[in-house]
């Protein structure tokens, strides 16, 4: 199983690709889609459909998961990255992929083991997962843990269902609130 893990955002799009070899996890890929470039906002929205659909086209994956959308004050700054989000999900349906979405509080418990994980854990521990030399770049480290967090969870998700998952997550939520 080979996966695009994708971390959106309108100005740094991180990806990763990992595969899934027996029991092992496999770093093939990862970095960042940088778009400062881009005259106006339409202009990063194309150059991230662009840059996916190359990263696609060399790598061939089986899936792509994509972290979901956090809750933001600034509305106009979760409109961008909900943009940056279809860009990069446009690329891959137009690919002909399934994509799945994960929830941070779902990513940073696939790899960690807690949802409420701090950002460095997360890089730390995909690092070691992978075992890469160094932590990778931020977004395209937050890609690496999307990508593992859909391998970790894909059985689940194809014998038992979404809902499982779902319900499995917000249980684990409730048990740490309480």
């Not at 979405?101 to 994980?117: N, T």
């Not at 997962?129 to 859909?150: F, N, R, T, Y």
């Amino acid at each position: 199983m080979r996966v695009l893990g994708i971390d959106p955002g309108s100005r740094i799009t991180g990806y990763a690709i990992v595969e899934k070899q027996g029991s092992r996890l496999v770093h093939l890929d990862n970095g960042p889609i940088f778009t400062d470039k881009a005259p106006d906002f339409p202009g990063r929205l194309k150059m991230i459909f662009e840059g996916i659909a190359q990263v696609i086209s060399e790598y061939s994956p089986d899936s792509v998961a994509v972290e979901d959308i956090f809750f933001s004050i600034n509305v106009r700054s979760a409109l961008k990255l909900g943009q940056a989000r279809g860009a990069a999900i446009a690329a891959a349906v137009n690919a002909g992929l399934p994509v799945y979405e994960y929830s941070a509080l779902q990513v940073k418990k696939a790899v960690v083991g807690e949802g409420k994980a701090a950002k460095e854990q997360v890089q730390r521990m995909v690092k070691v997962l992978l075992g890469l030399p160094e932590v990778a770049q931020a977004d395209a480290s937050d890609a690496l843990a999307v990508a593992i967090c859909h391998i970790n969870s894909f059985a689940l998700r194809k014998y038992a269902g979404p809902a499982v998952i779902q319900s499995r997550c917000k249980s684990s939520w409730r048990n740490y609130r309480q």
